[in-house]
């Protein structure tokens, strides 16, 4: 029945998953539950995972789908096809696709097939995907916006992943119109606040274009979640990688912060390549990268934490609950980060009793 299926659907645990992780501790087995749809590297097949509302309401999705962690139980809706940008050498997410905006009444159709299927009222936020719906045309995203709250009333929250780029185009009046619309929230994938590390992984993107982006949000009242790569810059841009992005987070106060560590799963030769090919640091020579161990990851991380400087006003939520993450850090920022700095600083000490083992990482 369809109760049986929301139900199963928001538990978002397979038998599959449950033999996978049998022999954990209670407190763990319930971390790992919650954290399985934390999807930002890991596609989404049309028979992996129950946790799906859209599958569960007769959507079939152009796979490989991702999702930000705490959209596991929204309506997901792909408005685009893949990533209008495509080129950052560390993303792997949107190679196999090329981009596309979906023609509007295969979106609606997909809208009022749910409703025809009885989802109406189990559906109260959704997320706009792929890569970055805030490409498309204000317009197009007018429509879309009226479509879904005419016809889910119970919608809280959309939301969409965004580039910085998306914003480029886009006015503070015209996004403080798809904010009055119901788009309230973006994840904002800025990687890093450092000029040199943003040019070698070819993001297409800078310091002052991600600073002007997430202020031109803020001013139009649209909150913001900002992702920061740890690992990024390699061994060598470490250092500047961590200081700048805290300088980026701090400017700007987003009211969520999220770290994520990068990983390799199809090898790191295009992000090598990019390093190579930009200018080293002044002695004639190239950097090349070099990937983080667990210790040095954890020890980024620290001096990320340092070297922000967000008030307890701010009140920013501050998570480093992904999947592809060492440690689990969770609290807001201004407020409890000495904590923060006391937990990390206690496994850099030795105690590791807190970090996910590598084979629990889900990258």
Not at 70 to 94: D, H, K, P
Request: glycine content about 8%.
């Amino acid at each position: 029945t369809t109760s049986t299926t929301i139900t199963m659907m928001m538990l978002g645990i397979s038998a599959r998953f449950i033999l996978q992780i049998a022999a954990l501790s209670l407190s763990n087995i319930l971390a790992y539950a919650f954290q399985i749809p934390a999807l930002h590297f890991a596609p989404i097949q049309a028979t992996q995972l129950s946790s799906s509302l859209g599958e569960a309401f007769g959507i079939e999705y152009e796979a490989p789908l991702f999702r930000p962690p705490a959209e596991w139980r929204s309506l997901i809706i792909q408005v685009t096809i893949g990533c209008s940008w495509n080129r950052c050498s560390f993303c792997e997410m949107y190679q196999d696709k090329n981009f596309r905006a979906r023609p509007m009444d295969d979106i609606i159709d997909e809208l009022d097939k749910v409703v025809a299927a009885g989802g109406a009222r189990h559906v109260r936020d959704v997320f706009l995907a792929d890569g970055d719906a805030m490409t498309l045309p204000t317009s197009f995203l007018e429509y879309i916006l009226d479509a879904i709250h005419e016809r889910f009333p119970r919608v809280r929250r959309v939301s969409s992943y965004c580039l910085p780029r998306n914003i480029r185009g886009k006015t503070v009046d015209s996004l403080s119109k798809l904010k009055s619309k119901g788009l309230s929230l973006v994840y904002v994938g800025c990687e890093s606040g450092s000029d040199s590390v943003l040019s070698a992984v070819q993001k297409g993107e800078t310091f002052e274009s991600s600073l002007e982006a997430l202020n031109k949000l803020k001013d139009a009242k649209i909150k913001r979640s900002v992702m920061i790569l740890i690992g990024l810059g390699g061994k060598e841009y470490s250092d500047e990688h961590a200081t700048r992005s805290a300088a980026l987070c701090s400017e700007t106060k987003p009211e969520f912060l999220s770290l994520l560590t990068v990983s390799f799963p199809r090898g790191k030769g295009r992000v090598e390549e990019g390093y190579k090919n930009i200018q080293g640091n002044g002695e004639g020579i190239n950097p090349t990268f070099q990937e983080l161990s667990t210790e040095e990851s954890l020890g980024e991380m620290k001096t990320f934490l340092d070297a922000l400087t967000i008030p307890k006003e701010s009140r920013t939520i501050f998570r480093s609950d992904h999947a592809s993450n060492y440690l689990v850090l969770k609290g807001i920022l201004g407020r409890d980060k000495q904590r923060l700095l006391v937990e990390l600083k206690d496994v850099l000490d030795g105690d590791e009793s807190k970090l996910r083992p590598e084979w629990l990482r889900g990258l």
